[in-house]
C-alpha cells in the first residue's frame, strides 16, 4: 500500500488527510472511500481521463482508494492530483514521503488551482515546520508568499512523475516571494501598508471632534458609530478611516488572502486593510448571512 499525505478544510483550518491506494486481484473496478464528498467521486472520471490521455496504462484491478481518517467528511478537487501519482506509479518503488500534494487534473492532465489550496497550505504552514508542498505552477507567486514552506511546482501530470522519479528535486523549488507593498520596521519587526490613498482626511473641513474621535478608534482597533443630521460629514470620514489604519503583520495580509480565497476571490497582498461600515439599519441577517452549505 502507498500513501500520498494531503488535507481536508474543516472549517478555516486544514485537517491533515492520507490518500491510500491498494490495487488487488479481482474485478477491474475504480472506488473512493473514506466519506469523500461528490466533487471527490467525480475525480475518478478526470484520473482516468488523464491517465489514458498521457498513455499511462489504467490497472486492470481492482482499485481501492481510501481517505483517511475515514470518520472526517472530505471535500475539493485537489485530491486528483494524488490520486493520479498513486495509480500511476503503483509498479513503482518511488516514496511521497515528505510532501503533501494538491492540485486539480484537467483532462489532458494540466493541473489547476482550486479555492482550497491557499487556505490549506496556510493552515498547515502555522502546523508543520518546513512543510514541502506539491502544487500547480500556475499559483506558484501566490503559495510563496506563505514563510517558512518549501514550495515545489509542476504544469501537469507528467512533470509530477518526473518530479517524485528525480533526484533533483531544487529544479522545481519556487523561490520565497516578497510582500508587494512598503514596510516598516518598529522592534525589530515588519508591518506592511499601502501607500496608495483614494480618500484623504483633508477633504473633511471642520468636524474636529469627530476626526479626533476617529483617529482613537483607528489605533484601538474599536468601533465606532456616527451619529448627525445628513450631510454633516459621518460618511465622508467613515471612507478614509481604513486609510489611516495601522499597518499589517504578514500573519493579517495571509489571513484576508485566506479569507478572499475562500470567497471565490482573487488574493491580494498589497497591504490594503479589511475594513467593514455596515449602516446602522442592517440586520443580523445581512451581516453575517443565513443558511447553511453542505455537501
Avoid at 80 to 105: Q, R
Amino acid at each position: 500500500m502507498k500513501t500520498i499525505k494531503s488535507a481536508t478544510l474543516e472549517s478555516l483550518d486544514a485537517i491533515c488527510v492520507d490518500v491510500e491506494a491498494t490495487f488487488t486481484k479481482g474485478l477491474p473496478s475504480f472506488s473512493i472511500v473514506g466519506l469523500a464528498s461528490s466533487s471527490i467521486q467525480e475525480s475518478k472520471d478526470r484520473v482516468k481521463s488523464a491517465l489514458l490521455t498521457n498513455e499511462f496504462k489504467f490497472p486492470p484491478k481492482k482499485i481501492t482508494i481510501n481517505l483517511s481518517p475515514s470518520d472526517i467528511n472530505k471535500n475539493g478537487t485537489h485530491f486528483d492530483l494524488s490520486i493520479a501519482l498513486l495509480i500511476a506509479m503503483y509498479d513503482t518503488k518511488v516514496k511521497f514521503d515528505g510532501f503533501y500534494i494538491f492540485a486539480e487534473l484537467a483532462l489532458d492532465g494540466t493541473l489547476k488551482d482550486n479555492s482550497s489550496i491557499f487556505p490549506l497550505v496556510l493552515s498547515l504552514a502555522k502546523k508543520i515546520e518546513n512543510l514541502n508542498v506539491l502544487v500547480p505552477k500556475s499559483i506558484e507567486n501566490k503559495i510563496a508568499m506563505i514563510p517558512n514552506i518549501n514550495v515545489y511546482s509542476v504544469k501537469n501530470l507528467n512533470e509530477a512523475i518526473m518530479f517524485f522519479n528525480t533526484k533533483e528535486k531544487d529544479t522545481y523549488k519556487v523561490t520565497q516571494a516578497q510582500m508587494p507593498c512598503d514596510t516598516l520596521t518598529i522592534d525589530d519587526k515588519i508591518y506592511y501598508y499601502n501607500k496608495k490613498y483614494e480618500l484623504d482626511f483633508r477633504d473633511v473641513k471642520g468636524q474636529i471632534i469627530a476626526k479626533r474621535a476617529a483617529l482613537i478608534a483607528v489605533c484601538g482597533n474599536h468601533n465606532v458609530i456616527f451619529e448627525g443630521s445628513p450631510g454633516c460629514g459621518k460618511s465622508m470620514i467613515i471612507k478614509r478611516l481604513k486609510y489611516i489604519m495601522p499597518p499589517q503583520t504578514v500573519d493579517q495580509i495571509l489571513e484576508k488572502a485566506k479569507l478572499d480565497s475562500l470567497n471565490l476571490r482573487e488574493p491580494n497582498f498589497d497591504g490594503s486593510i479589511v475594513f467593514r461600515s455596515p449602516h446602522h439599519t442592517s440586520t443580523k441577517a445581512s451581516i453575517f448571512g443565513g443558511g447553511c452549505y453542505s455537501q
